[in-house]
Antibody, heavy 120, light 110 residues
């Protein structure tokens, strides 16, 4: 079945780095833009970043621009989020999400999320 | 700064109708923002309900509907059920590769 599985979350000290991965299966990964979305404890959803289907374009929320880098490897159906200079405000569950395609600008498949905790 | 506005909370009686709205602090919401809607229960990943204003995602019952009402996007539940008690988020595409979620609405069914 169509599935996204995130990994790589954990506890990291302020100022530290972490790389998240999202393994896709059950659908053809390469034609679709992919997103990262996060949710802080007790907070709402926050869109973080998008990468175009071929990796040619990447866009970021202002809150992470310059610190986070989104990337993908279509040969192994995997999406990544490299995070640097982490602060406690980055503590959240991080979800990867598949763009619906078709010009609909929506997300139609979600992973279960991976928890990132930034704390000393 | 772009702010997408939603009601913090709403309530509905079982069998009743409830409408959530999604606005912008700087503009009217139209179909050009490709509004979509997501449902989330505590501890779970979001579930896609509506995309491109009014297209139901696969498997979503037809008691969920999307529209534009005035200057806002709207999600309406007709015939609310107990298991509709969740948080609901709207998402707008701002163009230039940027998406923004609303703050979410917590629905109570009582």
């Amino acid at each position: 079945q169509v599935q996204l599985v995130e990994s790589g979350g954990g506890v990291v000290q302020p100022g530290g780095s972490l790389r998240l991965s999202c393994a896709a299966s059950g659908f053809t990964f390469s034609p679709y833009n992919m997103h990262w979305v996060r949710q802080g404890p007790g907070k709402g959803l926050e869109w973080v970043a998008v990468i175009w289907y071929d990796g040619s374009d990447k866009y970021y929320a202002d809150s992470v621009k310059g610190r986070f880098t989104i990337s993908r490897d279509n040969s192994i159906n995997t999406l990544y989020l490299q995070m640097h200079s982490l602060t406690p405000e980055d503590t959240a569950v991080y979800y990867c999400a598949k763009d619906s395609g078709g010009g609909y600008c929506a997300f139609d498949v979600w992973g279960q999320g991976t928890l990132v905790t930034v704390s000393s | 700064q772009t702010v997408v506005t939603q009601e913090p909370s709403l309530s509905v009686s079982p069998g009743g109708t409830v409408t959530f709205t999604c606005g912008l602090n700087s503009d009217s919401v139209s179909t050009t923002y490709y509004p979509s809607w997501y449902q989330q229960t505590p501890g779970q990943a979001p579930r896609t309900l509506i995309y491109k204003t009014n297209i139901r995602s696969s498997g979503v019952p037809d008691r969920f509907s999307g529209s534009i009402l005035g200057n806002k996007a709207a999600l309406t539940i007709t015939g609310a059920q107990a298991d509709d008690e969740s948080a609901y988020y709207c998402l707008l595409f701002m163009g230039s590769g940027i998406w923004v979620f609303g703050g979410g609405t917590k629905l109570t069914v009582l």
